[in-house]
């Protein structure tokens, strides 16, 4: 008998990535459980893990099985998630830019208005989308950081935006105390470019109070240099032995 395996779409990546970081050899995958946990039910997960782990017979073989059953917590519809996935996609430099209503239903033309805003209604609801509505003539919709934690993990292997973010909460904390960091010092660093550098220096730069933090330049970079006080520097260090538990930053 042969086994058709189940269609990959946006929400079933999304519930691989859930099995990974809940059973599998990286428990916390730089920090996307904490993402994921925006659109599912924690406490279900909760529940099978504790579960799977009573259950003497559980092993690699069932890992479909389970992925079957995480897909079941996550809140979000298909219709959701692929709007994300593509958002994150097509999103050329990472920015917060607006999508129109036209273009979502340009990628997914078998779906109807509704279906449409609805969808975008539940990445509202999980905070990963702000939606501007106009009477009679569609919505616009704009992307919260937290829409690329979530999708940049699924869209791009091995990219995990809050890690990344803990990262250059590190290459910070390793600085004299009297120096900033720019954008192209953390690029020139860690060899990466603006569309992954600017979900994750967003996250870092939420820590840093205005005034300490350049403005973003249009349209391919989210900040070009911050600098962070003693207080800033103790929430980066924190930040990052969360989610790098294995390191041990220190201020200079």
Known sequence: ???????????????????????????????????????????KIDQLTSQWQKDVSSSINDHEFKINQLFETITISEIAASIGYWVCKNSEF???????????????????????????????????????????????????????????????????????????????????SDDGLSSEQIMQKFGWNERRLNPAIRIVTDMIAEGRKSAEIYPSLECRYFYADPRERAALKHFAAKVLPSTNSQSE
């Open 94 to 176: 990472g920015m917060l830019e607006p999508i129109t209503y036209e273009q979502i239903h340009a990628v997914l033309p078998d779906s109807n208005f509704r279906q449409l805003e609805d969808g975008c209604g539940e990445l509202e609801h999980a905070q990963l989308v702000t939606m501007l509505h106009f009477i009679n003539c569609g919505f616009r919709m704009t992307p919260t950081n937290g829409l690329f934690e979530l999708f940049d993990p699924i869209v791009f292997e091995g990219v995990y935006p809050i890690r990344d973010a803990a990262m250059i909460a590190q290459f910070t904390l390793e600085k004299p």
């Open 1 to 43: 008998m042969t086994l058709t395996p189940p269609e990959i779409t946006p929400k079933r990546s999304l519930a691989r990535s859930l099995a990974d970081a809940t059973i599998g050899a990286i428990p916390i995958v730089g920090g996307h459980l904490e993402a994921l946990y925006r659109v599912t039910h924690p406490s």
